[in-house]
Nanobody, 117 residues
Framework: QVQLVESGGGLVQPGGSLRLSCAAS????????MSWYRQAPGKERELVAT????????NYADSVKGRFTISRDSAKNTLYLQMNSLKPEDTAVYYC??????????WGQGTQVTVSS
């Protein structure tokens, strides 16, 4: 079955950086749009960034524009999220998502990011 495994989360000070990775397997990674979502305690899950299947198009939530960069490596079947200038409000569980149309929608288990001094 489809697997999406996130890694790279942790505790970082405000202003610091982290790079999240999502290793994908058991599906054709290159034909899926990929996204990062996050969910903070007591809040709904929100879309952080999306990248098209070919990688030519990206979109970001206003709250992360200019600080986060989504990318993908189809040779490694891996999705990335480079997070710079982290703020306490970026604290959340970050989830990797793979989607193709309305029928194919897969999620990872999440990785915790905590921004605190």
């Amino acid at each position: 079955q489809v697997q999406l495994v996130e890694s790279g989360g942790g505790l970082v000070q405000p202003g610091g950086s982290l790079r999240l990775s999502c290793a994908a397997s058991r599906f054709t990674f290159s034909i899926y749009a990929m996204s990062w979502y996050r969910q903070a305690p007591g809040k709904e899950r929100e879309l952080v960034a999306t990248i098209s299947s070919a990688g030519g198009s990206t979109n970001y939530a206003d709250s992360v524009k200019g600080r986060f960069t989504i990318s993908r490596d189809s040779a490694k079947n891996t999705l990335y999220l480079q997070m710079n200038s982290l703020k306490p409000e970026d604290t959340a569980v970050y989830y990797c998502n793979a989607r193709r149309g309305a029928k194919y929608d897969y999620w990872g288990q999440g990785t915790q990011v905590t921004v605190s001094s």
